[in-house]
């Protein structure tokens, strides 16, 4: 499906701009454009048609919206489901076999927090043109780029690991052993993306991501109650808030607003070359993404929750495989193979947006090209890396089942500790006038991610204190949440005190800022001044790191304790 073009058609890639060989390989724009790729600006090639860079054609129709979002969506969507993948299927399993749907809250409170994350990454994509960590080091240098990338790489490997563990569980379930299993997926993942074809690459995630589906049998099958469903909407701790809790409802929300996400989206709206003109269907595609993704951990929850209500496992989780023989224990073998290739599928999905989030990611350090659009030859790094990625996961995944069932838990805790870093860097590129103009935040949008950062940092300082002192009260708890919520408050007073007389910049001086809005786009980067790291900021930043780096080690340990306590 291709959308009526105005002009006379241009092979695909091709762009207005004149490029210029720059470093490292690159094929950069002049001094007009940020985008740093020839590859990343086009049309907009998707796996359900194309439309035209230089379309401007108005949709009034419904008919006509609907193909137009169709074709736009793709990165939202992906970084939404893959967020579903092993990892979290484990978490959300876990979450329903240990305390049945009692968590079902921390689902729902953290929709706004996915979306207010994603949405700032959509913007910045598509008005930058630039991957998410390249902006970080034009913008900050390269200490701080290393800064915010360095975890990234250890992290998102350690997270490809667990999905080959999901593929290993999966596939054995239907009998088939891991020394096939993982290296066979391993070869199939890159063999989808080294095909040099974007839409070829969005096909297949969009026929992965339809299998997800299933969960409608699924739930049907498992037929959970709803009452317990709707009454674990309501906020509470079962069995009272202790340490083991707290990890769990860490590992929730890091599994459930992972830090590759902003890496991933970013970049894929770059590489789909997605611009300013298209954000509000971009919009849409992240918000049926949510809607798909909270769909899945309820009635990943509910199913582990259903199948152990009761029984002897319940409280006792072991791993997502063992969810898939419960499951068949209690509901029959067909439950049980729906479950099964429910878990291959996300760990398909995830392996593969969380392996592209890497080597984008790496392109923007080391400055190579990183496009889908790309074939081997013409981008090394990016294939090279991925494959490399893959090999080493995949061969961490023959280590002791006992590191492995350490491991999934650990990722996926891990990721929650550290996000609040990475929303600082995107709240504070999301306030960055000379890179985003008109599309800078609103102080509601500010508001919004502040609060944010500060509850998950919240959340970790409950998790570290729980760890040192394993005997606090919830009295304990509430206390240091009230006190912690007491200081977010004054702290955001203190900010808008500061700012206040500050005025932002008239951007539209004909035509509306509408039209400004739909035609911005950033100015080369090498152009503008970086931003001036104040004395405070660069303090807060080195303390928020030091804390998480002890938050981290706290998980670490917790994680150690728990399992020699179950063992």
């Known amino acids: 499906m291709m959308l009526p073009r105005a002009h006379q058609p241009r092979e695909e890639g091709m762009t207005m701009t004149q490029f210029r060989s720059g470093p490292f390989g690159h094929d950069t724009p002049s001094?007009?454009?940020?985008?740093?790729?020839?590859?990343?600006?086009?049309?907009?090639?998707?796996?359900?048609?194309?439309?035209?860079?230089?379309?401007?054609?108005?949709?009034?129709?419904?008919?006509?919206?609907?193909?137009?979002?169709?074709?736009?969506?793709?990165?939202?969507?992906?970084?939404?489901?893959?967020?579903?993948?092993?990892?979290?299927?484990?978490?959300?399993?876990?979450?329903?076999?240990?305390?049945?749907?009692?968590?079902?809250?921390?689902?729902?409170?953290?929709?706004?927090?996915?979306?207010?994350?994603?949405?700032?990454?959509?913007r910045l994509g598509a008005v930058t043109g630039v991957g998410h960590a390249r902006l970080i080091f034009e913008r900050f240098g390269r200490f701080w780029g290393w800064f915010s990338v360095g975890d990234l790489f250890v992290l998102n490997a350690l997270t490809i690991v667990t999905e080959f563990i999901g593929v290993s569980l999966a596939l054995s379930f239907f009998g088939l052993p891991k020394y096939v299993s993982v290296p066979t997926a391993a070869v199939g993942l890159f063999a989808v993306v080294a095909g040099g074809s974007f839409r070829?690459?969005?096909?297949?995630?969009?026929?992965?991501?339809?299998?997800?589906?299933?969960?409608?049998?699924?739930?049907?099958?498992?037929?959970?109650?709803?009452?317990?469903?709707?009454?674990?909407?309501?906020?509470?701790?079962?069995?009272?808030?202790?340490?083991?809790?707290?990890?769990?409802?860490?590992?929730?929300?890091?599994?459930?607003?992972?830090?590759w996400q902003l890496f991933f989206q970013q970049s894929n709206i770059v590489d789909k070359r997605i611009t300013p003109r298209w954000i509000p269907y971009a919009r849409h595609d992240l918000r049926i993404g949510i809607v798909v993704v909270m769909a899945g951990g309820v009635v990943l929850m509910a199913a582990a929750a259903a199948a152990f209500q009761g029984a002897a496992g319940f409280g006792n989780f072991a791993d997502a495989g063992a969810v898939a023989s419960g499951l068949s224990d209690r509901f029959g073998h067909t439950v049980g193979v729906l479950f099964a290739i429910l878990l291959l599928d996300a760990s398909l999905v995830g392996a593969n947006a969380v392996g592209l989030a890497t080597t984008y990611t790496l392109g923007d350090t080391f400055k190579q090209r990183h496009s889908l659009h790309r074939s081997i030859r013409q981008a090394p790094l990016f294939y090279v890396g991925y494959a490399l990625l893959l090999a080493i996961s995949a061969a961490i995944t023959f280590l002791p089942n006992t590191v492995l069932g350490l491991?999934?838990?650990?990722?996926?805790?891990?990721?929650?500790?550290?996000?609040?870093?990475?929303?600082?860097?995107?709240?504070?590129?999301?306030?960055?006038?000379?890179?985003?103009?008109?599309?800078?935040?609103?102080?509601?949008?500010?508001?919004?991610?502040?609060?944010?950062?500060?509850?998950?940092?919240?959340?970790s300082l409950a998790l570290t204190a729980a760890t040192f002192f394993p005997d606090l009260t919830a009295g304990a708890y509430e206390v240091g949440f009230g006190v912690?919520?007491?200081?977010?408050?004054?702290?955001?007073?203190?900010?808008?005190?500061?700012?206040?007389?500050?005025?932002?910049?008239?951007?539209?001086?004909?035509?509306?800022?509408?039209?400004?809005?739909?035609?911005?786009?950033?100015?080369?980067?090498?152009?503008?001044?970086?931003?001036?790291?104040?004395?405070?900021?660069?303090a807060g930043l080195l303390t928020l790191r030091g804390y998480l780096i002890v938050a981290a080690v706290m998980i670490v340990f917790k994680v150690v304790q728990t399992a020699i306590g179950n063992g």
């Open 200 to 259: 070829r690459w969005e096909r297949f995630l969009f026929a992965l991501i339809a299998v997800n589906v299933l969960v409608i049998p699924l739930v049907l099958l498992a037929h959970p109650p709803v009452d317990e469903i709707v009454g674990g909407l309501v906020p509470h701790f079962p069995g009272g808030l202790n340490s083991t809790l707290l990890l769990l409802i860490v590992a929730v929300v890091g599994t459930t607003v992972a830090p």
């Open 31 to 122: 001094a007009t454009s940020a985008v740093l790729d020839s590859a990343h600006v086009g049309d907009i090639v998707g796996a359900l048609g194309t439309i035209p860079r230089d379309d401007t054609g108005v949709r009034r129709s419904w008919w006509q919206r609907l193909r137009l979002l169709l074709i736009i969506m793709g990165p939202g969507l992906i970084a939404m489901v893959g967020d579903n993948d092993a990892g979290g299927v484990a978490t959300y399993t876990q979450t329903g076999q240990n305390y049945g749907m009692a968590l079902v809250w921390t689902l729902v409170l953290l929709v706004p927090v996915l979306y207010v994350n994603q949405e700032m990454v959509l």
């Open 484 to 538: 912690g919520v007491a200081v977010g408050v004054a702290g955001g007073g203190l900010m808008a005190w500061s700012r206040r007389g500050v005025v932002a910049p008239a951007w539209s001086t004909s035509g509306g800022l509408a039209a400004d809005r739909a035609t911005w786009r950033t100015p080369a980067l090498a152009t503008l001044d970086r931003p001036a790291m104040s004395p405070l900021r660069r």
């Open 407 to 459: 491991l999934t838990l650990a990722v996926q805790a891990l990721a929650g500790v550290l996000l609040p870093s990475a929303t600082v860097f995107l709240v504070l590129l999301c306030n960055d006038r000379p890179v985003l103009g008109p599309w800078v935040n609103s102080t509601k949008q500010n508001v919004a991610a502040a609060s944010i950062v500060w509850v998950l940092v919240l959340l």
